[in-house]
């Protein structure tokens, strides 16, 4: 996209060669200055440079305190993905299960901890 055009109310942020234009509705309440010849992310508050959009996200999200609550708790989680993963404490849900006894977990971390009560396998050294 170049100029101001914008894709369902999204923002566009400025670069020299023209204008990124973040769609999803969580990328809407980012501001970011992109550089020409690297096309790093600049925090406008902190001057630091992000080279992945999701990065500088986390970043400015801890300038701004603007970090995605839990609706049951108001817990606040620097990541979307922190959240829904605290969220199935509140709903129970536990998508991974083993396939050998077909226990149930909530997070794949969880999970591939139990996997070694079969094997035996030691995950540290």
């Keep these: 996209m170049s100029g101001d055009q914008s894709v369902d109310g999204s923002r566009p942020t400025s670069s020299p060669k023209g204008a990124s234009t973040f769609a999803a509705t969580s990328d809407v309440d980012v ?6 010849e690297d096309r790093h992310f600049l925090c406008p508050m902190s001057v630091k440079s992000n080279r ?10 801890t300038r701004t305190g603007e970090n995605p609550a839990c ?5 606040e989680y620097t990541t979307k993905g922190n959240l829904n993963t605290h969220r199935r ?11 050998i006894c077909k226990k149930k977990c909530s997070t794949k971390g969880s999970l591939d ?3 070694s009560t079969h094997t035996g396998e030691k995950t540290y050294k």
């Design 31 to 36: 501001v970011a200055e992109r550089r020409a």
């Design 52 to 61: 992945r959009r999701a990065d500088f996200v986390v970043h400015y999200r």
């Design 71 to 75: 609706d049951m708790c108001e817990e």
């Design 89 to 99: 404490i509140h709903t129970g849900e536990e998508p991974y299960f083993c396939v």
């Design 113 to 115: 901890k139990y996997r």
